[in-house]
Nanobody
Framework: QVQLMESGGGSVQAGGSLRLSCAVS????????MGWFRQAPGKEREGVAA????????YYADSVKGRFTISQDKGRNAWYLQMDSLKPEDTAMYYC?????????????????WGQGTQVTVSS
């Protein structure tokens, strides 16, 4: 069984930065892709960024390109989301997720394992 735990959320002012971490335990050999998603109240969960673990290829939502960076430390079974130039519209619960199957990186239904989430609040 794979377990994911996020950390690093908090409250910042617009223009600030946060770094989210995702610690993964259990058997990770089948994980093909790690993703970060977010969900604001009353909105659907949306894909923010993803990284294909074997080739380190990354994807980003248009809304965060140039501001967010996803990275990995496979030796530590850890994945990160560096968030810079934060905006109030980035306020949401952020989740990391692991995908063992094929399918579009930004579609939450394609992910097998999820963390509990960490709250990010950006004030103007």
């Amino acid at each position: 069984q794979v377990q994911l735990m996020e950390s690093g959320g908090g409250s910042v002012q617009a223009g600030g930065s946060l770094r989210l971490s995702c610690a993964v335990s259990g058997y990770t050999g089948d994980i093909r892709c790690m993703g970060w998603f977010r969900q604001a109240p009353g909105k659907e969960r949306e894909g923010v960024a993803a990284i294909y673990t074997s080739i380190s290829y990354t994807y980003y939502a248009d809304s965060v390109k140039g501001r967010f960076t996803i990275s990995q430390d496979k030796g530590r079974n850890a994945w990160y989301l560096q968030m810079d130039s934060l905006k109030p519209e980035d306020t949401a619960m952020y989740y990391c997720a692991a995908k063992t199957r094929s399918g579009t990186w930004s579609n939450a239904i394609n992910y097998d394992y999820w963390g509990q989430g960490t709250q990010v609040t950006v004030s103007s």
